[in-house]
């Protein structure tokens, strides 16, 4: 069933959006009209068309009568629609209600119009809401709930107009600036936006020259006032777009076969000044002061007067250690007396110091200053044009720098695909690597540079014939942390000196030394040596298996007894089951503890059974305190997952006291573990 929340079933567009207010000696008649469209056919009962009535910045008229009539471009669709007018909610609002004699079926695509007209507009600046309230149905049985919506009027001064924005050029050369252009009633708040920049304009300005353009840019005009409330009331908006050829790129795919800096360029400079063109044709542009080069330079179009500018945008706030510019060309034209300023928002400048007149060259020495913007700004006026060579900023290195033999990564470097690194990859130390997955090119060969942490993301891969530490002398070497939780595969060998956790397969072709922590929850697979230096530990959870010589230091497993309680019988065994392939190493010695040794020449025996196979050692019962044999022993192969039991026989029973020890060695990887 309907419900009066639902949305309106055809779709209104209102014309104009902006009426002149009127004056007091001036009354502005307005006009309106509303059009309502059908998808889908519609069966309509009423439309009911709401204006706010006052003299408020939210009102649209003082009159409280209007004229309005409803228009059909369907002839299937009657358009002679009875109209009705009242007044709401204390006389502060007009209704206005378009209802047919009887139910209307508008087809599919129809358009209604609505036309309201023969009121003022009120003289208040502002903005009046429209409610348009329909009753309607997809079906002719209805129900018909209200459907309600809005639409605005904007109400201006009167007036008002802005038309024909315009660029002086629409393409133009990497750095060179346009000039833009447009008709306009005055009287009103201007705004000019591009990029991700905006400039209040004068009241009475009709043209504004942009800094250099280094790509294709979109300029936006946008006109506004301000209500009696203090509202920003957007008035109009024009738009219009400048090519720049050769422009600056920002790409998904980029190859580079230069240089490509990220984050560390010399940045782009701009000025107020335009530019000169030599005899020759040189175009002597502001980004020839950033270019790297001191023997091309920028050569302004004017003489500069108090307050012009010339300014380095480093595209986002760095951390500056240094500034040198060096002025002038080979002919001259040298700066008047200018302040050195910086700034992270191009609205709050900072004075660093005053450069005087005719100077050559100007060098900051070590400053630590962050900032975004540097510029030069003109303290005097001159009556010949300035020139200035380079304009360099030094700052700390962040970002990356690709070369076509190497890349460095300044700062943290998020990789969610796949780096393909046919040259060095290098992390600086304090900074971290986080990456999906890792191949160097060239079957592996390539070398990654660690000095910090390096994290390879669960079920990934991180596999390279050679990380190498920051001294370049171990082919593998982990001076911090190393996590894999894919597969480590080393083709050579392995260091590690801080903790290396390999949460799946570690495959070491060369040598593993670790002086430091080792965890391998998955398999070690070791075809060279495997060294654990003295009071360090590998914790194996999987499989260890060595092609080569494997040296292992620590306890091996033992259980001993004396007790006669707890002497093992035939039919009472301990058992075990063995964990890993070893050798069990047995011994028996037994006394008699009677003072008559009536149980000297009995024979005691230490039984034990490896899956089917017995094994035992016997040996006699001494006198408690006498001569004769000591330990007597039995070595025992054992593999893993072997069946193990033990038991004590005795040819005489009459024994009371005897001594007993077993003890099983094999692999412990550096734990005391009880096996019976």
Known sequence: ????????????????????????????????????????????????????????????????????????????????????????????????????????????????????????????????????????????????????????????????????????????ENGEAVVLTWETSGGTTYRMYWDHLSEALSIGDTAWRSPALTRTTGFMLQASAETRSGRSLILQTLTTAVTVTNQDLAARDLAVNGTLDIGNGPGTATTNLGFSTDEHGVKHLPSSMTDGNRNTYYWSALHPKVDDWVMVD????????????????????????????????????????????????????????????????????????????????????RGATITPTSTVIHGNLVVKGTILAENDVTVDKDHVLNVNWINSAGGDTKPITIRDDVTVTATKTLRTNLIRAANNTNPIKIQDQLTVEGTLTANNALTVQGTLTANNALTVKGTLTTSGALTANGAIQANGNLTVASGKTLAVQGELSATGPTKLFGNFYRKYWSQQSTKPKQATPWTAKAPTDGILFGAIEIFDRTGSNDNIGAKGRLVIRVGSSDFWATAPILRQTGAGAGIYTLTVAVGKGDDISCYLWLDNFSVVWEKFAIELTWCPLGENRTIF
């Open 1 to 172: 069933m309907a419900t009066a929340t639902e949305p309106p079933l055809l779709t209104y567009a209102l014309e104009p959006k902006l009426l002149p207010v009127s004056t007091p000696i001036k009354p502005s008649p307005g006009k309106l009209e509303i059009a309502a469209t059908a998808a889908g056919d519609v069966y309509c009962d009423s439309i009911t068309i709401r204006i706010p009535i006052g003299p408020g910045e939210e009102d649209l008229t003082t009159d409280k009568t209007i004229t309005a009539r409803l228009e059909s471009d369907n002839p299937g669709v009657p358009d002679a629609w009875p109209v009705e007018q009242r007044l709401e909610a204390g006389d502060t609002i007009l209704a206005v209600r378009f209802q047919p004699n009887l139910t209307v079926r508008i087809l599919a695509g129809t358009r209604l119009t609505l036309h309201i007209a023969d009121f003022d507009v009120n003289e208040e600046i502002g903005t009046a809401q429209i409610t348009i309230t329909e009753l309607t149905s997809p079906t002719s049985t209805g129900p018909y709930p209200e459907r309600t919506t809005s639409r605005e009027v904007n109400k201006g001064p009167a007036g008002f107009y802005l038309r024909n924005l315009a660029p002086d050029h629409i393409a133009v």
């Open 314 to 397: 480093l595209g986002s706030e760095r951390q500056i250690t240094k500034i040198e510019i060096y002025f002038g060309a080979t002919t001259g034209f040298t700066l008047p007396s200018c302040d050195l300023q910086h700034s992270t928002d191009r609205t709050q400048w900072h004075k660093h110091t005053t450069i005087p007149a005719g100077r050559p060259e100007y060098t900051s020495g070590t400053i630590a200053q962050t900032a975004r913007y540097v510029r030069l700004k003109m303290n005097a006026a001159q009556t010949y044009r300035i020139a200035i060579r380079s304009f360099e900023i030094t700052t700390v290195l």
